[in-house]
């Protein structure tokens, strides 16, 4: 059976989620505009991504007695951007022609029932959720690979949901997040990415970020903590509606993309094994390395041993091909010519495994100048 971890990474690493939450505005053009503006970022940067939509059964979200209520900005704005099924339909055939991954948060049960139906391959349950049982158990029926932001959970609240979906072996991403719109840098937290990667090992940890300075810094702070799952809030300058600060612009996510590659090659992609020394950096270090000189002649037949050696040799800069260093241990080799004061020591001159060994051999004579 697989590793729940390894089958995890599969799904979540390196994934992008780009949350078009309700920018839309309930206009079907403007949220194909905003699919199609990001999904070009998205094909020039190589990146794998999905565009996710929020869900809601509006008529049975919101309470009777508050429909219509314009005092309330939560509810003001989910009823501003209702769209229809055939809608949501036409949004999710856009997102797979851009060639991104359609996702979606369900708000309420009928919504996930309707993930369902659209064969979105991810589910995302928000951090305002992380205690609605009655959804989440719902979002699990399903079984699909799920998400989850962490703002504002306890740490009872993290392992009751982590146990949960282990229990039933569903694949979970666990995003840090803090919730605040927009999230100033002394607010992210970032050093919470090693607590949930310590925490839950099994899992892939992620950021799901809403600050505003710029779209670097945390992508390369968070990358080198180990996250590999990254949400951002997305919109575009469209029809004079404004742009909220924590939402980020085609160009924006075009930097944030760049940083990801840039992290990506500065971290190297070796995390579990010695990384593989290049001939550039063996060569550069092989220049920096003292050569075994002799103090004063030497006749064929002489003996290197620790004592010996350090009574009549020396080391210096530069090494020459073929020269024996300070890196090699010689201990009951013989000479085999004679040396001068002064002379290098090389291969040729002893006996003994180094003149053996061809691959010691050849290393040692195709170093230094």
């Not at 690493?13 to 194909?32: C, I, Q």
């Not at 039933?168 to 999230?183: E, F, G, M, Q, T």
């Not at 950021?207 to 505003?212: D, K, P, Q, V, W």
């Not at 810094?217 to 600060?245: C, F, Q």
Request: charged letters at 30%; hydrophobic letters at 35%; glycine letters at 4%.
């Amino acid at each position: 059976m697989t590793n729940i971890s390894n089958r995890d990474r599969e799904v979540f690493e390196n994934l992008f989620v780009l949350e078009m939450a309700n920018n839309h505005w309930g206009k079907l053009e403007r949220g194909l505009k905003l699919i199609r503006d990001h999904g070009t970022i998205v094909r020039f940067n190589n990146i794998k991504a999905a565009i996710k939509l929020q869900f809601r059964d509006v008529d049975e979200f919101i309470h009777p007695s508050f429909k219509g209520n314009k005092e309330n900005r939560y509810i003001k704005k989910t009823e501003d951007t209702k769209l229809g099924k055939d809608d949501f339909a036409r949004m999710v055939a856009e997102i797979k022609n851009v060639s991104c991954i359609p996702m979606a948060t369900p708000f309420d049960e009928t919504s996930v029932d309707l993930c369902v139906e659209f064969e979105m391959p991810i589910i995302k349950i928000a951090s305002s959720d992380m205690n609605d049982w009655v959804l989440i158990e719902k979002i699990a029926s399903t079984r699909k690979p799920t998400i989850v932001s962490t703002g504002g959970a306890s740490e009872k609240d993290l392992d009751d949901l982590v146990s949960f979906f282990e229990k039933r072996d569903i694949p979970l991403a666990i995003n840090h997040c803090v919730s605040l719109y927009p999230s100033e840098d002394s607010e992210l937290c970032l050093d919470q990415i090693d607590y949930l990667s310590n925490r839950y090992p099994e899992h892939v940890i992620g950021l799901s970020t809403h600050e505003y300075h710029d779209w670097s810094s945390s992508m390369l702070i968070s990358y080198g903590k180990g996250a590999r799952t990254w949400e951002r809030h997305i919109d575009i300058d469209y029809e004079d509606v404004p742009v909220s600060a924590y939402c980020s612009k085609p160009d924006q996510c075009d930097n944030w993309f760049k940083a990801f590659s840039k992290a990506k090659e500065m971290c190297g992609g070796v995390s579990n094994s010695r990384r593989i020394i290049s001939n550039k950096e063996t060569e550069y270090l092989d220049a920096l390395v003292r050569g075994a000189f002799a103090k004063r002649d030497l006749e064929v037949g002489y003996v290197i041993t620790k004592d010996s050696f350090a009574k009549d040799f020396y080391l210096a800069v530069p090494l020459h091909k073929g020269q024996l260093s300070c890196r090699e241990i010689m201990n009951g080799e013989r000479l085999v010519r004679p040396l001068k004061a002064d002379e290098k020591l090389t291969i040729q001159d002893i006996d003994g495994p180094y003149n053996e060994n061809t691959s010691l051999k050849n290393q040692i004579l195709n170093r230094g100048l």
